[in-house]
């Protein structure tokens, strides 16, 4: 049974074998989860790889074990010439949740592809989160997701309505009644309704 494991395993190719490794280590239950230096170093050496699968297996990993040490390294892969990179490493950036990546995502705001834009929407959503009550979230996230609420995209905008409500902040309260006058989509007048309950929730 070993051997045939062992066979199986030998059989993949890098890239497989890196997305198993990856799969394991973002699972909840993944066995390395708490000893983040080991995988981050293996990881960030594939993020240097000449091929673009391995080294977007490595930016989502990355994202999964949780490792502040990964911030530069992703920050920089965001000028991958790989989409799918950038696109991993975006939604790593927010996984982690530190306030340096701010200034590196904004820009995907204007990206001309729609999923990197929704991608950037929700990282920028998980930086605006803050543990305590009474912290307050970046002013540049707020008002980044602000004008994304107008993104012709209807992907977008719904990203952009769900990150403010889960933020709570108020600033955002008379952006989204204006969205809801003039939007005539009901599944974002429903986000907004959700997005504005949750503000005001958040704000008793």
């Not at 699972?27 to 080294?55: C, E, M, Q, V």
Request: with cysteine.
């Amino acid at each position: 049974m070993a051997n045939e494991s062992s066979n199986s395993l030998s059989d993949l190719s890098p890239q497989q074998k890196l997305r198993r490794f990856v799969h394991i280590l973002i699972h909840k239950h993944g066995p390395l989860r708490n000893w983040r230096y080991f995988p981050t170093r293996f990881l960030l050496r594939k993020l240097r790889s000449d091929s673009a699968d391995i080294r977007a297996y490595a930016a989502e990993g990355l994202g999964g074990v949780g490792d502040v040490h990964a911030i530069t390294p992703l920050i920089n892969a965001l000028s991958d010439e790989d989409t799918t990179v950038r696109r991993f490493a975006i939604s790593s950036l927010g996984h982690l949740r530190d306030a340096r990546a701010v200034e590196g995502l904004i820009p995907f705001l204007q990206d001309e592809e729609p999923d990197m834009r929704c991608a950037a929407v929700v990282a920028l959503g998980e930086l605006g989160l803050t543990k305590e009550r009474n912290q307050t979230p970046p002013t540049q996230v707020i008002e980044a997701l602000i004008s994304s609420i107008t993104d012709t995209n209807r992907s977008v905008c719904s990203a952009a309505v769900v990150a403010l409500g889960r933020i709570g902040n108020p600033q955002a309260v008379a952006a989204l009644n204006t969205l809801a006058e003039t939007t005539e989509s009901e599944w974002v007048q429903r986000y907004i309704s959700e997005a504005l309950h949750q503000i005001e929730e958040q704000n008793l």
